[in-house]
């Protein structure tokens, strides 16, 4: 079936510093979303990538759909402590998983 | 701005016992989504709803897990018995489709804790 791996799990890095997580699909996909859930709180939507190859922006968030869609990456440059959180992929074939996640945290 | 709202917030119970959970999604949103968080992990699809209709059950453990959206607007999850594995984080979503994308907006949640 539909495997939807994440990572890494977790990440610190110093305000400033640049973050990646990467979200890998064992198969082909219609369309990927990306949400952020911050601690205590729920996930909130962020984008939806659908074509291959796809670039999107968001300020300092960068997302990229793959190739071949079995792959995307969240890329945040210049962190800031308000970029706490966990980062989901959410992968649609014809079935909605999440992946489990990248935390991040912020050293100031 | 409109909001998914679920209730109750928090609920704890003994194994054995029934809950029910209760999501009033958006209004105007047509598609509505329950799932389970575990802690540390990522929200788990159990229910997916198009108006009234059960778009994909597949994950929900029919066994003692029943979910409904009567007339196609707020809905209804319920576990019957609880058993200690069932602790967690119950999510509502509701979305909508525009220009080929759809946006899913979370509710708070219910943490269900089964004693």
């Known amino acids: 079936g539909q495997q939807v791996m994440q990572i890494p799990q977790y990440q610190h890095v110093q305000e400033g510093e640049d973050f990646t997580t990467y979200c890998n699909s064992s198969?082909?996909?219609?369309?990927i979303q990306w949400y952020k859930q911050r601690p205590g709180g729920h996930p909130v939507f962020l984008i939806q990538?659908?074509?291959?190859?796809e670039v999107k922006k968001q300020k300092r968030l960068t997302f990229q759909f793959g190739e071949a869609k079995k792959n995307s990456s969240l890329h945040i440059t210049a962190t800031q402590t308000t970029d706490v959180g966990t980062y989901f992929c959410?992968?649609?074939?014809?079935?909605?998983?999440f992946g489990k996640g990248t935390r991040l945290h912020i050293l100031p | 701005e409109a909001e998914v709202a679920q209730s109750p917030r928090y609920k704890i119970t003994e194994k054995s016992q029934a809950v029910a959970f209760w999501c009033d999604p958006i209004?105007?949103?047509?598609?509505l989504y329950w799932y389970r968080q575990i802690l540390g992990q990522g929200p788990e699809l159990l229910v997916q709803?198009?108006?009234?209709?059960?778009?994909?059950d597949s994950q929900l453990p029919k066994d003692r897990f029943s979910a409904e959206r009567l007339k196609g607007v707020d809905s209804t999850l319920k576990i019957q018995p609880a058993e200690l594995g069932d602790s967690a984080m119950y999510l509502c979503?509701?979305?909508?489709?525009?220009?080929?994308?759809?946006?899913?907006?979370f509710g708070p949640g219910t943490r269900l804790l089964v004693l």
């Open positions: 209004s105007g949103h047509a598609t």
């Open positions: 979503a509701s979305s909508l489709w525009s220009g080929g994308q759809e946006t899913q907006y």
């Open positions: 990538l659908v074509k291959s190859g």
């Open positions: 198969t082909t996909l219609s369309n």
């Open positions: 709803f198009q108006d009234e209709s059960v778009v994909d």
């Open positions: 959410a992968a649609r074939d014809d079935k909605i998983i």
